[in-house]
């Protein structure tokens, strides 16, 4: 007697536990048909920390790892590596943008005033002051990493695996 109580415990548990995890995660990207899943081209797979759209939404940037950090750039729609920027402290996207002319400028740490400039076309990188960047030097809020983000026109979703930090997933709007 005692062994089929347990026995239906057990059932009772896989039954419930189960089906919440599976539903959970299909509900979270109810609307949306998974693509694939990026490849930052490093031989090393390390965590994915946030993501963010360029103004016109060509390119996707990723951030990855810590101290040092790896900003990998990804064409839109091709969703292939096109430039990968070693950056020796930990930075976040708070406060990060990209300008015009396809330089991406991030703070060079949380308490630095100081930028790193990235050009995604000279596949450069430099440390400039605040003061030469193009939005100066202006007091950022803090804010949420992006761990899920949607293009403006929400035809794409990109989310970091919670399963797996170091994948990151692409999907399409069904």
Same mark, same amino acid.
């Given at each position: 007697?005692?062994?089929?109580?347990?026995?239906?415990?057990?059932?009772?548990?896989? =039954? &419930?536990?189960?089906?919440?995890?599976?539903?959970?995660?299909?509900?979270?990207?109810?609307?949306?048909?998974?693509?694939?899943?990026?490849?930052?081209?490093?031989?090393?797979?390390?965590?994915?920390?946030?993501?963010?759209?360029?103004?016109?939404?060509?390119?996707?940037?990723?951030?990855?790892?810590?101290?040092?950090? &790896?900003?990998?750039?990804?064409?839109?729609?091709?969703?292939?590596?096109?430039?990968?920027?070693?950056?020796?402290?930990?930075?976040?996207?708070?406060?990060? &943008?990209?300008?015009?002319?396809?330089?991406?400028?991030?703070?060079?740490?949380?308490?630095?005033?100081?930028?790193?400039?990235?050009?995604?076309?000279?596949?450069?990188?430099?440390?400039?002051?605040?003061?030469?960047?193009?939005?100066?030097?202006?007091?950022?809020?803090?804010?949420?990493?992006?761990?899920?983000?949607?293009?403006?026109?929400?035809? &794409?979703?990109?989310? =970091?695996?919670?399963?797996?930090?170091?994948?990151?997933?692409?999907?399409?709007?069904?």
């Amino acid at each position: 007697m005692k062994y089929k109580n347990t026995l239906l415990m057990i059932c009772i548990s896989a =039954i &419930y536990l189960v089906p919440n995890q599976v539903f959970a995660q299909a509900e979270e990207n109810k609307g949306y048909k998974y693509v694939l899943s990026l490849d930052n081209g490093m031989r090393r797979k390390m965590y994915v920390n946030e993501f963010m759209f360029d103004n016109d939404e060509k390119y996707l940037i990723a951030n990855y790892g810590n101290k040092p950090t &790896y900003i990998v750039v990804f064409k839109v729609g091709e969703w292939k590596p096109i430039v990968t920027f070693r950056l020796s402290n930990w930075v976040e996207f708070t406060g990060a &943008y990209v300008d015009d002319s396809e330089n991406i400028f991030i703070k060079a740490s949380r308490f630095s005033s100081d930028y790193y400039k990235l050009n995604i076309k000279n596949k450069t990188q430099m440390e400039v002051p605040c003061e030469t960047t193009p939005r100066g030097c202006k007091v950022i809020e803090p804010q949420q990493t992006e761990k899920t983000i949607y293009s403006k026109d929400y035809k &794409y979703m990109i989310d =970091i695996n919670k399963r797996n930090a170091r994948e990151a997933r692409v999907y399409i709007k069904r």
